[in-house]
């Protein structure tokens, strides 16, 4: 892996990946066989989009979260943990304070909307919710920042040194990750929605956010002279969830998965957290325009791409469009709109510095 002055780019390349498959994931959220009360639901479902959406959710937020800490630890080492306040509170609460509201109005909206078509009943019933007078607020994919928050706190008693061996960290993380799905009963956790923080969420990204944290950069190189071994694992783990997934999805399902599942879901988002981290620090040895830009990009787009997926979703399903044309419609649509609007952004911060906090900043992200 090279660096670049302080530009690394597998890292880039880690938040352009992630943000891609975010985008990807939430886009076949319409298109699901298993009901999970989604704004729409598309005529066009197939099982291949659970199963798409079940891999990408055991690593994607756990890889955010790892990156977050890596973060988080350059900026305590060379800010302090007074410059790194300032920073979580200009890069991450502004940005939650200001989006907060008009995401979830859009969402809410959107959200009556979509079920009102599917004769369900509306959002403010099914989703936890502050209100002010009559306005709900919720936090929807905004819970991301919201966590991030309070588990920029570790901050203040973690290590400040990275650990020695990048490859124990995995190893390491695999043992609280198991436990916590052990007491959850459930192969993944479910997407938090209430402003009350829970527990057993908050632990689990913990873990991921602690493994970034004690990760060296320069430590990347060992996932990507192991790669081809560590793909091979994350494999093998997969295979063996199949017939977990399956029974998981039966009638008369019991509602705990069995232990030896649990475990193997738990090594497998490890797994596959190295594996992303290890192609990226393999293929990203130079600047690749593309990527930086969409790494650069990944934070913005996180935070505005879900009231464009939803829109486009609830627009789609009145089509009668072959479904793999409607879902690469969604991604199309909602990544060209996002990326237009942060180069919009950036253009206009260059020539107003003083900007949004949503703007992109020049070096440090979340």
Partial sequence: MEREGARIHALDGARAFAMALVVLVHGLLSFLETPIGWAIKDRSTHLAADFVVWVGRAFLMPLFFLLSGMVSRGLVTRRGLLGFARERAARVLAPLLVALVPVSAAMNALWDHGRTLEGRAAVGSQVPALRASELPVTLAHLWFLYYLLLLSTLA???????????????????????????VAGKLQLDTPLSF???????????????????????????????????????????????????????????????????????????????????????????????????????????????????LLQIVASRLAWPGPLKYAGVVAVTVGVCLGAFLLLRAARRAFPRSSPLAPQPADRA
């Fill in 156 to 182: 203040a008693i973690l290590p400040r040194r990275p650990v020695r061996s990048a490859l124990a960290l995995p190893a390491i993380a695999i043992a609280p990750v198991s436990a916590l799905l052990l």
């Fill in 196 to 310: 009350v923080v829970e527990p057993l969420i908050a632990a689990y990204f913990a873990a991921f956010f602690a493994w970034g944290w004690l990760l060296d950069p320069a430590g990347l190189a060992a996932y990507a002279r192991k790669l081809p071994w560590i793909a091979g694992l994350a494999l093998v783990l997969l295979a063996a969830l199949v017939p977990a997934l399956v029974a998981s999805t039966a009638p008369g399902a019991p509602l705990r998965a069995p232990a030896w599942a649990l475990v193997t879901s738990a090594a497998f988002s490890c797994v596959m957290v190295s594996v992303v981290l290890g192609a990226c620090a393999r293929l990203l040895t130079r600047e690749h325009p593309l990527v930086r830009l969409l790494g650069d990009a990944s934070y913005f787009v996180y935070v505005v791409h879900m009231p464009i997926v939803v």
